[in-house]
C-alpha cells in the first residue's frame, strides 16, 4: 500500500489486498486490513481498496466489512467485469471485478485457439497475448475529498478503435 500525491490534489492512499479462497495462501487479508486502514488514515481520508481475488463472495464480504472506513473497493483478477456497482450506505463505492484491459476477442486476453488446446489435451501451451477487438474495463469513483466517502461509481467499458491510436467508443 501507499499514499500518492499530485499537486493540487488530496492524497491517495492504494492498498492492495489479496484473497485466499481458491488462492495460494497469504496473512489472512480480513485480519490485516484493520491496523492497514488505521495507518493510511493518518495521511488521507481517500482510500482506495484493490482486492485481488477469484471468490465474488470474499470481494463482497469484504467490501461490506470496510464500509464507511474506505473510499472504494474494486475487485480485480478474474478479467471479467461485474455489473454490481454500488455505493453501500457507509459510502464505500463497490464492484466486484473491475474486468481487464486487453483483446475482448480472447479468452480472459489471451489468442483463443492455444487456451481451447489446452483444455482438449491438458498439455502445455503457448498463450499469446490477444490484440483484436481491444477494450478499456474498470470503474470510476467520485470522491468527496473532505469526507472521503463515494458519491458515486460508473462502469467503464470502452472499445478502443485502432487499438486506442484514433480514441474510443462507449459500449
Do not use: W
Amino acid at each position: 500500500s501507499g499514499v500518492y500525491r499530485i499537486d493540487g490534489l488530496p492524497p491517495v492512499a492504494v492498498l492492495n489486498l489479496q484473497g485466499r479462497t481458491f488462492m495460494p495462501d497469504l496473512e489472512n487479508p480480513f485480519r490485516m486490513v484493520e491496523r492497514e486502514i488505521d495507518r493510511l488514515q493518518q495521511e488521507t481520508r481517500i482510500i482506495f481498496v484493490d482486492f485481488h481475488a477469484e471468490a465474488t463472495s470474499e470481494k463482497i464480504a469484504m467490501g461490506r466489512m470496510l464500509d464507511g472506513r474506505i473510499s472504494a473497493l474494486v475487485g480485480t483478477h478474474t478479467h471479467v467485469q461485474t455489473a454490481d456497482e454500488q455505493v453501500f450506505p457507509g459510502g464505500t463505492a463497490f464492484l466486484c471485478d473491475a474486468g481487464f484491459t486487453g483483446g475482448y476477442a480472447s479468452v480472459l486476453g489471451r489468442d483463443i485457439e492455444p487456451v481451447v488446446q489446452r483444455f482438449l489435451t491438458n498439455t502445455p501451451q503457448r498463450f499469446s497475448v490477444a490484440r483484436e477487438d481491444v477494450r478499456l474495463h474498470g470503474a470510476l469513483v467520485d470522491i468527496d475529498e473532505t469526507t472521503g466517502r463515494a458519491r458515486s461509481i460508473h462502469r467503464v467499458a470502452e472499445k478502443l478503435l485502432d487499438g486506442g491510436a484514433h480514441g474510443t467508443q462507449k459500449l
